[in-house]
Nanobody, 125 residues
C-alpha cells in the first residue's frame, strides 16, 4: 500500500487559489489510480477529483469542474490538486487517496485503500 502525505492547505480569501500536493512512498505509484476527497464538518467524505495511472484522464465532481485541476508526476511520486476560484463552500479537510485495484469506481471512496492524514483548507469571504 502507498503511504501518503499531503501538504499545501491553508487559509485563503474567496476567489483565491491553493495548490495541494500529495507525496506517495510506495514503489508502485505509477500503476495506482489516485484521487482527492474532502470532508467538511458534519458531512460525509466526498469525491473531488481523480486521475488514471498515466495522468491522461482526469475526473471531477460537478461542483469543481472548471475550477480545480488534478495532475500527477509519476517520476516524483506526487499527485497535486490546483484549486482556483475558491469559495467558502470549499472549506474542508482534503484527503489524498490511492486506489487498491485497477477496477472499481473512481468516484467511490470504497475503491481506495490508502489515505493521507488530510490537510485543512479554509476559505473566508
Amino acid at each position: 500500500q502507498e503511504q501518503l502525505v499531503e501538504s499545501g492547505g491553508g487559509l485563503v480569501q474567496a476567489g483565491g487559489s491553493l495548490r495541494l500536493s500529495c507525496e506517495a512512498s510506495g514503489r508502485t505509484f505509477s500503476s495506482v489510480r489516485m484521487a482527492w476527497f474532502r470532508q467538511a464538518p458534519g458531512k460525509e467524505r466526498e469525491f473531488v477529483a481523480a486521475v488514471d495511472t498515466s495522468g491522461n484522464y482526469a475526473y471531477y465532481a460537478d461542483f469543481v469542474k472548471g475550477r480545480f485541476t488534478i495532475d500527477r508526476a509519476n517520476a516524483k511520486n506526487t499527485v497535486s490538486l490546483q484549486m482556483n476560484a475558491l469559495n467558502p463552500e470549499d472549506t474542508a479537510v482534503y484527503y489524498c487517496a490511492a486506489a487498491n485495484s485497477s477496477w472499481g469506481s473512481l468516484y467511490n471512496k470504497l475503491t481506495y485503500a490508502s489515505w493521507g492524514q488530510g490537510t485543512q483548507v479554509t476559505v473566508y469571504s
